[in-house]
């Protein structure tokens, strides 16, 4: 049996409007070219649809069958088109999200609450096991964005600037540094550096202030643990 999409669309044209005439105002085409498209309908099914009582065109029990198959098809039909069209144009669809910190998990649902308000139909699958290192996953395709605490040097990625938090140093009020108006690399030459960190490369300390000078190829005195001293 082969019954195409237009069989589908006939059938139901010719229930909304009763004839074959009503039928060809909407699917604009002339009656008997509908006719012929109905008797190729019932020869793929091989019986007939309708029942010709007068003038009019009643269904059988096949053809309220096919009505009923027809509705379905239809309906998804328009369903596809439309999805198609709102996922063609932004408007839907799935953003893949993970982040290099878990801090930014305190902002980032307000953020999304107001984003669902202007994108309903957009959903935002948050991928937190990918937490700390989401680039690698962002490269092979597994995520669609991620938010980084610094810029990346690679030009396979395009960045976007969101904002500037202020690193600030909490110290003890008797600690050597109070006197400075602010802290520069070389004051961690002699000291140690504990972070929550797996790695220094997550810390913003080190990325953002550390990294670039050259003595710390000899800061023999950083480490990371990767669990708190405490059970916070």
Request: with cysteine; aromatic share 8%; net charge neutral.
């Amino acid at each position: 049996m082969n019954i195409e999409l237009r069989h589908f669309k006939l059938i139901k044209a010719i229930v909304e409007k009763e004839s074959l005439l009503g039928a060809s105002k909407i699917l604009h085409q002339t009656p008997s070219a509908l006719s012929y498209q109905l008797k190729e309908a019932e020869l793929q099914v091989g019986t007939p649809l309708f029942d010709r009582v007068g003038k009019k065109l009643v269904l059988t029990s096949v053809g309220e069958r096919f009505l009923s198959s027809a509705g379905v098809i239809l309906e998804e039909l328009d369903k596809l088109t439309y999805d198609i069209k709102q996922l063609n144009n932004g408007q839907s669809g799935t953003i893949r999200i993970s982040t290099e910190c878990h801090t930014t998990y305190y902002w980032l649902p307000a953020v999304l609450r107001k984003f669902a308000q202007h994108y309903p139909d957009v959903k935002i699958d948050v991928r937190y096991n990918s937490t700390g290192h989401p680039l690698p996953l962002l490269l092979a395709g597994e995520l669609d964005m991620m938010i980084s605490y610094t810029y990346k040097q690679d030009q396979r990625i395009r960045q976007l600037e969101l904002f500037r938090d202020e690193m600030q140093a909490i110290m003890a009020a008797d600690h050597p540094f109070t006197h400075k108006a602010h802290l520069e690399a070389e004051d961690f030459t002699q000291v140690t550096l504990i972070t929550h960190a797996s790695s220094l490369e997550q810390t913003n300390i080190y990325e953002e202030l550390l990294k670039e000078k050259s003595f710390c190829r000899r800061m023999s005195s950083i480490f990371h643990l990767q669990k708190p001293l405490l059970p916070w």
